[in-house]
């Protein structure tokens, strides 16, 4: 009957130190705080804002034409990327992209088109949103 309270009681303690050592593996802190969600997709043109005061007001994003698509970014695999911007001056939704390439640096996008280098701080990337700041503090929000 030893045997098995025994048995039991060291399995139990296995099992707690395991969930231990998983929970531990999976926190922000040994990444250095990065998340370990996929930057790499569509992402959508969303909404545009600030913070002052403390307080984040976030709006539609004005640069995208109504009846249209969203404007997009595409941060492909290999580092390179495709910037999407839907305009109906000439034709209506007509597509325009500018190509370009991007990097990552812990929690900071740097994208490279058309000579032009933009550095924004990743305020928030889940699967479904990320949202940009840059050093002015300008915000955009994107979603696939």
Same mark, same amino acid.
């Given at each position: 009957?030893?045997?098995?309270?025994?048995?039991?009681?060291?399995?139990?303690?296995?099992?707690?130190?395991?969930?231990?050592?998983?929970?531990?593996?999976?926190?922000?802190?040994?990444?250095?705080?990065?998340?370990?969600?996929?930057?790499?997709?569509?992402?959508?043109?969303?909404?545009?804002?600030?913070?002052? %005061?403390?307080?984040?007001?976030?709006?539609?994003?004005?640069?995208?034409?109504?009846?249209?698509?969203?404007?997009?970014?595409?941060?492909?695999?290999?580092?390179?990327?495709?910037?999407?911007? +839907?305009?109906?001056?000439?034709?209506?939704?007509?597509?325009?992209?500018? %190509?370009?390439? +991007?990097?990552?640096?812990?929690? %900071?996008?740097?994208?490279?088109?058309?000579?032009?280098?933009?550095?924004?701080?990743?305020?928030?990337?889940?699967?479904?949103?990320?949202?940009?700041?840059?050093?002015?503090?300008?915000?955009?929000? +994107?979603?696939?």
């Amino acid at each position: 009957m030893k045997t098995v309270s025994l048995v039991k009681t060291s399995m139990m303690v296995a099992l707690v130190l395991g969930m231990g050592f998983i929970g531990s593996s999976c926190s922000d802190d040994d990444n250095g705080g990065e998340t370990v969600a996929p930057l790499a997709g569509k992402w959508r043109f969303s909404k545009v804002g600030t913070t002052i %005061n403390g307080v984040e007001t976030l709006v539609d994003a004005p640069q995208n034409q109504a009846g249209c698509e969203r404007d997009f970014i595409e941060l492909k695999s290999d580092n390179t990327l495709v910037e999407g911007d +839907y305009d109906s001056t000439i034709d209506a939704c007509a597509l325009f992209t500018d %190509n370009g390439i +991007y990097s990552r640096s812990n929690n %900071n996008l740097t994208r490279v088109v058309d000579g032009v280098t933009t550095v924004q701080d990743i305020e928030n990337l889940t699967l479904s949103e990320l949202k940009l700041k840059n050093a002015s503090g300008a915000i955009e929000l +994107y979603i696939r």
